[in-house]
C-alpha cells in the first residue's frame, strides 16, 4: 500500500502533504527533522492519508494536491474540523 497524506505542524498549524509506503515511519522522520522543507515546524500530527494499491496512483494525487491548488482547498475545507487545534 501507498499512501498520500497531510500532516499539520503543531507549532505553527502550517500543513504538509507528501505520499509514502509507512505513514508512521514517515511521521517519524519528520518529527526526527529529516526532512528539511518540514524541519522548521515540527513537530507535526498526522491529519489525513489517503490509500492506494499503486504507487504511482499515489504519486499522482500527491502531485495534484500540491500542484491545483483548488484541490488542496477543496481537502482543507473539508477537513475543517480535524485541522482544528
Known amino acids: ?12 498549524e502550517s500543513t504538509y502533504t507528501g505520499y509514502t509506503d509507512d505513514v508512521k515511519k514517515r511521521l517519524r522522520a519528520h518529527n ?3 526532512v528539511s522543507y518540514s524541519s522548521k515546524h ?31 482547498d477543496f481537502l482543507k475545507e473539508n477537513l475543517q474540523e480535524s485541522l482544528k487545534m
Not at 44 to 66: G, M, N, T, V
Request: charged letters at 35%; hydrophobic letters at 35%.
Open 1 to 12: 500500500m501507498f499512501y498520500v497524506y497531510l500532516i499539520q505542524s503543531l507549532k505553527d
Open 32 to 34: 526526527l527533522g529529516k
Open 42 to 72: 515540527k513537530p507535526f500530527r498526522i491529519a489525513y492519508f489517503e490509500a492506494y494499491l499503486s504507487e504511482k496512483d499515489a504519486r499522482r494525487r500527491e502531485q495534484l494536491l500540491k500542484k491545483k491548488g483548488g484541490q488542496r
